[in-house]
């Protein structure tokens, strides 16, 4: 286990004394960690169709599920992720993994649907743990190795997002659904565990007490663009990819396709490419090619729905939209969190509690649009909906990248570069972020 841990300066938010780089096993711990963690809020999505089956509600009442984990890890990113930067870190993780664990044999036993929201409410709150864990990671890695710890992290996290709707799958297929939470809440008791034992003590100095603290977050809000521009990103991101995960459910277990939920858990292996974006969009905004890669999967996005809604009538059609959709989602994911890390090293956990909030804002609108829109207007519904995301995203990337080539030709003919917005790592006027 690595030493006890202490930032004793406020400015830096990283020990001053010399360290060595974490261990391959406490790197692998934190990954997995992550994963079994943000996994919770994903098990749901193969199995809406099998609860509003036994619970007698229809897609959008059972798509509520999502919406409100959803809403519940927005609140937990506002009022707890900020602790990160307050409170011991081991003691705050390890305890909301119990917390964790109660609520999803909450949900394992509910006996109704608002009782079953509740209960998920209370899940996607605490499940903010691995939001905690991927600012953890950065602190205690050095300089030399923070890139590659903050990428294998958040591989852990990318892997539970998609192995969550498989295990859920099959798991509810051969068992049940509520067995699936039975078997979280063991996996978050064993973890909690297990981060207790591994995970050093840690505390940032801040000198802030909690309600200034959670006040410090708007302020860095708004005292740095780059963070304010890749919020709305990740809104845009999280929320086409929360389109089409909510509703898939609904169209391969309806009528066209008629597949159990064993196999529609297997969809979510499919876009396993998704999570070998982590090192790759990393190593591409190293070396300065965040904003091309933002327009790339921007457009990666856009693209991804008109497959998608031709997947209505074409198995191969909607293999090939999950594929570009979770690429694209992903990979502008890991740009944003790329970005953002590099801002300031003493207040990670809320910055990243700002981008997060916005994050899983944008995922729980588009979640419960998609229910309603695949109630009201079928699959067509739901690729309208999800594309309007995409083609945001796209929309805004265009307009700020002729606003960036118009800040650099002023600034080379010498003249005032009108909506530039600082600079970037280089030192030339940009009209748009990194």
């Known amino acids: 286990m690595v030493d006890d841990l202490d930032a004793t300066t406020p400015t830096a938010g990283e020990p001053t004394s010399p360290r060595e780089p974490m261990s391959r096993r406490l790197v692998a711990v934190m990954a997995v960690a992550t994963g079994v963690a943000v996994a919770n809020t994903y098990y749901a999505q193969p199995l809406l169709h099998a609860i509003g089956a036994e619970f007698g509600i229809g897609p959008a009442a059972s798509g509520l599920i999502v919406t409100v984990a959803q809403v519940g890890y927005a609140i937990g990113l506002v009022f707890l ?71 294998t992290v958040m591989s852990g996290l990318l892997l539970g997002v998609l192995l969550a709707r498989t295990v859920a799958g099959y798991i509810s297929e051969l068992w049940g659904w509520r067995t699936v939470y039975w078997f979280a809440a063991g996996l978050m008791l064993l973890t909690s565990a297990v981060l207790r034992r591994e995970l050093p003590r840690y505390r940032e100095q801040t000198g802030l007490t909690y309600p200034r603290l959670l006040a410090s977050v708007v302020t860095i809000l708004r005292e740095e663009p780059v963070l304010r521009w890749r919020a709305v990103y990740g809104a845009l991101s999280f929320g086409t990819f929360s389109v089409l995960w909510t509703s898939l459910a609904f169209l391969l277990g309806g009528p066209g396709y008629h597949m159990s939920e064993g196999t529609i858990g297997l969809f979510g ?166």
Request: hydrophobic share 55%.
């Open 81 to 151: 992720l900020p602790a990160g930067d307050l409170v011991e870190r081991r003691r705050l993780i390890t305890l909301t993994c119990l917390v964790t664990a109660v609520a999803l044999a909450g949900a394992a036993l509910a006996p109704t649907p608002p009782a079953l929201f509740g209960a998920m409410a209370v899940v996607g709150l605490t499940s903010i743990v691995a939001q905690i864990l991927v600012p953890f990671a950065a602190s205690l890695a050095t300089d030399e190795d923070r890139g590659s710890v903050v990428g």
């Open 269 to 434: 292996l499919v876009g396993a490419a998704g999570a070998g974006m982590a090192s790759l969009a990393g190593r591409i905004t190293d070396r300065g090619g965040a904003r091309l890669l933002t327009g790339a999967t921007s457009a990666c996005l856009l693209l991804s729905w008109i497959a998608i809604w031709l997947g209505a009538h074409s198995l191969a059609a909607l293999l090939v939209g999950i594929v570009l959709l979770d690429v694209g989602a992903q990979g502008l994911h890991i740009t944003n969190q790329s970005e953002i890390y590099r801002l300031r090293p003493d207040a990670r956990s809320r910055i990243n509690a700002a981008y997060m909030t916005s994050y899983f804002v944008g995922g729980a609108v588009g979640s419960a649009g998609s229910a309603v829109a695949f109630g009201a207007f079928g699959w067509t519904g739901v690729s309208v909906w999800g594309a309007a995301f995409a083609a945001a995203a796209a929309v805004i990337w265009t307009v700020r990248s002729w606003a960036h080539r118009s800040g650099v030709a002023a600034a080379a003919a010498g003249q005032p570069a009108r909506g530039a917005e600082g600079n970037d790592r280089t030192g030339s006027v940009v009209g748009v972020d990194r």
